[in-house]
């Protein structure tokens, strides 16, 4: 799904118990190659792939893959990504070291996904140079300690990651379910609505073109 110019939507469909559950890596064209945000769950490589050739691209196109967060279903597949492409892994400093493996994913119940090399660590107000305009990067810890969200204020769009989800009508907010702090992702979301971008990709729960940020955050405070 292209969401605007230069910026795409990867969807990676799963199963989970009796349901059929999709996530939503992205991907941001640069002068040098694609920017992939997330690289899904292990063993996900071959259907990110695919999803990335529905749009022209392949996996040799990727040349940073930066990781939104520590999770699993984001940072996951990132083993069999970088060993079959040369991108540059990139991670905030806080999940850096769950990535790495020097720490246990902040969720994990005694196993985790393979851990890889973090090349770059960015933090608050880093910004990218893309396509589509400049992309920054915002702190949004809550869901785990360095979670990260992206802004593209030329494009009017705010890739999320999970600080904060979508359903049928519009954005919700954090999943209290696999947010340990959820008064700081809160917080983040207030964060965001400063932006005031007005589309948002979530990755649990894909795109949402008239997104009001500053509601869902209202809403999550009274």
């Known amino acids: 799904m292209e969401l605007t110019d230069h910026v795409y939507a990867f969807p ?3 199963e989970r118990g009796d349901r059929e559950t999709v996530i939503h890596p992205s991907g941001v064209e640069t002068e040098d190659g694609l920017i992939l945000l997330d690289a899904g769950f292990p063993g996900q490589t071959d259907d990110l792939a695919d999803a990335l050739a529905d749009h022209g691209f392949s996996l040799d196109d990727v040349e940073m893959l930066l990781l939104t967060h520590q999770d699993g279903d984001h940072a996951g597949g990132a083993e069999g990504l970088i060993s079959r492409t040369d991108a540059t892994v990139v991670a905030s400093t806080d999940d850096t070291p769950a990535i790495e493996g020097d720490e246990d994913p902040i969720k994990s119940r005694g196993d985790r996904y393979p851990p890889v090399p973090v ?3 960015v933090v608050d107000g880093v910004t990218f140079r893309t ?12 869901h785990t300690p360095g979670h ?3 802004v593209l204020p030329e494009a009017d769009l ?12 519009g954005l919700v907010g954090p999943n209290e379910r696999f947010t340990p702090e959820l008064e700081r992702a809160i ?7 400063d932006f005031e971008t007005s589309r948002v990709l979530c990755y649990h729960g894909g795109f949402v073109e008239d997104a009001d940020v500053e509601a869902t955050y209202r809403s ?3």
């Open 12 to 14: 990676l469909t799963f």
């Open 119 to 121: 090349d770059v660590q």
């Open 131 to 142: 396509e589509a305009g400049p992309m920054r990067v915002v702190e949004t810890p809550g």
């Open 148 to 150: 990260v969200s992206l």
């Open 158 to 169: 705010l890739i999320a990651a999970d600080a904060t989800v979508a359903d049928e009508d």
């Open 187 to 193: 917080e983040s979301v207030g964060t965001l609505a």
């Open 220 to 222: 999550l405070t009274e």
